[in-house]
């Protein structure tokens, strides 16, 4: 006859079941928390070393909010003999004293040159946190007049999405010193080339060469990872011809303005095959008789891989749409 077990037994039996199954639930929890701690204790810019002495910091591709406090977007860092160079200084005081510490955890020499490619707000609105250490400022002379331009849009803006905490001794500060299409700097023996080839994301776009490593810090003229935005300060015809310009450096390395970092058949991919298709396709729509109205017909779903594909393909066909119709 067979063995039964008695109700005491059957009793330890489903306890220890549950206490085995209490254990792994709580376990799970807790690996969960660490998980969920080690995400929020990520710092906003991730630091990549590119070269001796050259760095990248990459920020998320995410929006402005009160984490990045603004800094969503990359920057560079070029360490000389005679100091570190800067390639962009941040959003906000806030976030230009996150970027210098990123900068510490590199190098204890001090900033002494800081580089604005462009008028987009992390492009120069941390300017006065680092002019007030001492480091001058060189821009394009067509970027300082946007900046001042779009200044008040740009405060309007930072408040709503970095908020005011976050903006706190934020102040306009513009360049030391500007130039129109290039700029060469030889520092502690480390030769710097700054490039405006002509209007892209914004009208006083440049980039950053460095011909001994070969490496690009785009600034907005290069998007990799998310989709490029054509604004109403933007000028995709010569956008492309910017690029074309980046380009015919054959960087190794490209630190875009946004998104990882790239060689030049990913940035390509991602920036100038995209404006170049877009011009491509809505002049293609505008032969064929297309109105604005129906703009959103042209097919990009090439690119839908791109981060804010849906938010952007439409606002960027309707943007290239417009300059057309002025061509």
Do not use: C
Request: charged fraction near 25%; hydrophobic fraction near 45%.
């Amino acid at each position: 006859m067979p063995s039964q077990q008695n109700p005491p037994a059957r009793r330890a039996t489903s306890l220890t079941a549950r206490f085995a199954l209490l254990l792994s639930l709580v376990g799970f929890v807790l690996a969960a928390i660490a998980a969920a701690g080690k995400a929020i204790a990520a710092p906003p810019l991730a630091v990549e070393k590119l070269a001796d002495d050259v760095y990248a910091l990459i920020g998320p591709t995410t929006d402005r909010d009160p984490v990045n406090l603004g800094n969503n977007a990359n920057f560079g860092v070029i360490v000389t003999a005679e100091g570190v160079v800067l390639v962009d200084p941040g959003a906000t005081r806030r976030g230009a004293r996150m970027i210098h510490d990123a900068v510490r955890a590199i190098t204890e020499r001090p900033i002494t040159l800081v580089i604005n490619t462009g008028g987009q707000d992390h492009r120069w609105l941390g300017n006065g946190y680092f002019k007030s250490l001492g480091a001058r400022v060189i821009a394009n002379q067509k970027a300082v007049d946007d900046q001042r331009s779009r200044l008040h849009d740009q405060l309007a803006r930072l408040e709503t999405t970095v908020g005011a905490e976050g903006m706190t001794g934020t102040i306009a500060a513009y360049a030391d010193e500007t130039f129109a299409d290039r700029r060469l700097l030889e520092l502690g023996g480390t030769r710097i080339e700054i490039h405006h080839a002509g209007q892209a994301h914004t009208p006083g776009d440049s980039f950053v060469w460095l011909p001994a490593q070969r490496i690009a810090f785009s600034g907005d003229i290069v998007y990799v990872d998310r989709m490029l935005r054509v604004g109403s300060h933007s000028a995709h015809r010569s956008w492309i011809a910017a690029f074309e310009a980046l380009a015919a450096k054959q960087p190794e390395i490209i630190v875009p303005g946004h998104g990882q970092v790239a060689d030049l058949a990913r940035a390509q991919r991602d920036t100038r095959d995209y404006l170049s298709f877009l011009r491509a396709a809505v002049g293609e729509f505008i032969d064929g008789g297309g109105g604005m109205e129906a703009i959103g017909e042209i097919d990009q779903s090439r690119f839908d891989y791109l981060r804010n594909y849906d938010a952007l393909k439409g606002r960027n066909a309707q943007r290239v749409f417009e300059e057309l119709e002025w061509e």
